[in-house]
């Protein structure tokens, strides 16, 4: 069996890519988590129950800005791939707290870098995210295009750890995959996002947030494309270094996703129209080309679908909860 570190993995997407790899009985998964206070640690918390109980599965409770605690987790095991989904998130809450997200998002993810260096892991995957594109007027979003104009700290710092993740695969002849997530949403989503942030708004009755006009579009990404992604690129090894995008290569606006929620919920929305925010981009549009090349990944899930499973586990979440 093989060592994987995951970081970040009691989170959405985390607790899913785990969920995946113990099902496939052949990896000892450790995971680190910090379970810090963005959101309620509780969601996080009953995200991994059921992974606690596999013998397979080890969790360190530990800050990755916590060099010396991570010290001792790598001295434990001998790992054979980290995938590093751990980061502060959000665009708007990184224009309050930039110093936060810096010392998270860069200083963390350099740590891990290093003590992958030292000992000598061969597969590094870091969860990087569109946001990097900026305002970029081409679309759909290449890897080719430049990522020189983010328009937030978060943006900023996730492009940082893409080329921390060049350097060292250049240095040092470290296998880096770097994967530029598009808008992820599905089962666990963080209650802080568009999806689930305005299912329960709607659910409640009151006004959901809409800022702008109600055009702005996002390639929203459903959660079991992009574990299908991540879970190939841990196998990947044609290259050293690669970006690769993960999207689901469709956009759709706002007013059209409200329309979404709205039907399969049963109930109508109220909208606060409020002003566009800084930091927010017009549009994310992912070219997946590269992604079927190299990864073979092929999104199953349109939207349609994905909002109707998402409402199903929301409304059953829910349900449970009030019991």
Known sequence: MKNI???????FIGSHLVERLLAEGTWRVTVIDDFNDFYDPAIKHANI?????NPNYRLETADIRDLSRLKEIFERSAFYCIVHLAARAGVRPSLTQP???????????????????????RQFVFGS?????????????SEDDPIFHPI??????????????????HLYGMRCVCLRFFTVYGARQRPDLAIHKFARLITEGKAIPV??????????T?????????????????????????????????RELISLLEKELDQHAVIDWQPLQPGDVPQTFADISKAKRLLGYN???????GIHRFVEWFQRTRLSDEL
Do not use: M, W
């Open 5 to 11: 570190l995951i970081t970040g993995g009691a989170g």
């Open 49 to 53: 129950r059921l992974h606690l109980a």
């Open 99 to 121: 110093l936060l997200y810096a010392e998270t998002n860069i200083n963390g993810s350099l740590n891990l870098l290093e003590l992958a260096r030292e000992h000598n892991v």
């Open 129 to 141: 995210s569109s946001s990097v594109y900026g305002e970029n007027t081409k679309v759909p979003f």
């Open 152 to 169: 937030s700290p978060y943006a900023a710092t996730k492009g940082a750890g893409e080329l921390l993740c060049h350097t060292y695969s």
């Open 211 to 220: 800022f702008g006009d109600g055009t702005t579009r996002r390639d929203y």
């Open 222 to 254: 459903y959660v079991d494309d992009i574990i299908s992604g991540v879970r190939t690129a841990i196998d990947y090894v044609d290259s050293d270094y690669e970006v690769i995008n993960l999207g689901e290569s469709r956009t759709v606006e706002l």
């Open 299 to 305: 999104p199953q899930t349109q939207i349609e679908e």
